[in-house]
């Protein structure tokens, strides 16, 4: 098995000194990575692999956050601030990470190297959440629907939650299906099994998708 320390991006989110503690931990599809409500025992940055984030509400029912398709720090936000997990983290598809325990926080909450690696990445995140909310209201669902497919196909095909990309856009379930259904319509993709879907014109997409 590789060591995972040796991936490049690693030391741009964790300070040198603590990367021969990292632990390289696979989850399944369906695993939950961290749950509402736990304690956070280690910080996880996903390397690969698709996941939600879930927050359950008061009266039962379960609000999608966000879905991450890209690697991404976990824990960082409770460590900060000392609380229990904020939302429940849920594999996607088949995920690899790594993990950095908490053993001794009162060290790393000490070790200003730890502290700016963790504040330059609360920073981007916040950084994220603020393009991601003004897409959610500037940018019509066919725009964000093209971005989105062209950021997870692989060779053409892809696969597409109207629910999960409903409560990722801000809209309703049924605009969603309808957006999906106007571009099958329209020959831009083609539905070739259950959730699974290809791209028929990838022009198309190009020029409604938005660049960052």
Not at 65 to 79: C, R, S, T
Not at 94 to 104: E, G, K, W, Y
Request: hydrophobic content about 40%.
């Amino acid at each position: 098995m590789p060591n995972p320390t040796t991936r490049p991006q690693l030391d741009q989110v964790f300070p040198v000194a603590y990367l021969n503690q990292l632990q390289k931990v696979p989850f399944q599809k369906g695993d939950y990575i961290c749950t509402q409500g736990q304690a956070i025992t280690e910080l996880t940055y996903i390397l690969s692999g698709r996941v939600k984030i879930v927050r359950s509400l008061s009266n039962g029912k379960e609000h999608i956050l966000e879905m991450l398709h890209q690697p991404q720090l976990l824990g960082d936000v409770e460590l900060m601030t000392n609380q229990l997990a904020g939302s429940s983290v849920i594999a996607l598809e088949d995920v690899q990470a790594v993990q950095l325990p908490l053993n001794d926080k009162e060290s790393l909450l000490e070790d200003p190297v730890f502290l700016y690696q963790i504040g330059r990445n609360l920073a981007m995140a916040l950084h994220k959440q603020g393009i991601t909310a003004s897409r959610n209201v500037s940018y019509p669902v066919r725009e964000r629907l093209a971005t989105h497919i062209l950021s997870i196909e692989e060779e053409g095909n892809f696969q597409l939650s109207p629910s999960i990309l409903a409560a990722s856009f801000g809209t309703s379930y049924r605009h969603v299906q309808r957006v999906i259904k106007q571009f099958i319509d329209q020959g831009i993709i083609e539905k070739v099994a259950f959730k699974t879907y290809g791209i028929l014109q990838r022009q198309t997409l190009e020029t409604l998708a938005f660049i960052d």
